[in-house]
């Protein structure tokens, strides 16, 4: 039995009951999805590279947005040698707010910064020019610290 029968065979037993309105929404008259813009295939690595790439600039926002201060008071760079870069090269004090993070290569950590700075964060592209700079490291930017 179709819906239209089982309602007219209710109609008379409930009192007023109504057919089944038409939907409202016109079907689609698309039947396949679009082609992407780029027919290039991704690798699985880039894949993978992309989510690590994601995940690290989520953890540093967290770090960064616990603090309730804005975006552009915060440093980010790069290094290989965190310690010595944050006390030598900025000129951290121990009280400072500061954390770093683990880029595990050296692309991953360029992406990182490259999107943090995207996204209004104080630094520039042009450090780490030491080997392997895998680290990815922020602070708060005060008035004793250099840039």
């Known amino acids: 039995m179709k819906q239209d029968d089982w309602m007219s ?3 008379g037993i409930g009192g007023n009951s109504l057919p089944p309105r038409q939907s409202h929404v016109a079907p689609s008259p698309r039947v396949h999805f679009p082609r992407p813009v780029s027919t290039r295939r991704i690798s699985l690595a ?15 926002l967290a770090f960064i947005d616990s603090y309730e201060m804005p975006r552009k008071w915060w440093y980010v760079g790069i290094t290989g040698t965190p310690r010595f870069r944050l006390i030598q090269g ?4 121990p ?12 692309d991953i950590a360029r ?12 630094g520039g592209t042009g450090g780490g020019s030491e080997d392997s ?4 490291y922020v602070f708060l930017k005060q008035p004793h610290t250099r840039r």
């Open 90 to 93: 900025h000129g951290l004090r």
């Open 95 to 106: 009280l400072d707010p500061r954390k770093v993070w683990n880029g595990g290569s050296e």
């Open 111 to 122: 992406r990182v910064e490259r999107e943090l700075l995207r996204l209004g964060i104080d």
């Open 133 to 136: 700079p895998t680290f990815v």
């Open 9 to 11: 065979l209710l109609s």
């Open 46 to 60: 880039e894949k993978i590279s992309a989510l690590q790439v994601s995940q690290k600039v989520r953890e540093i």
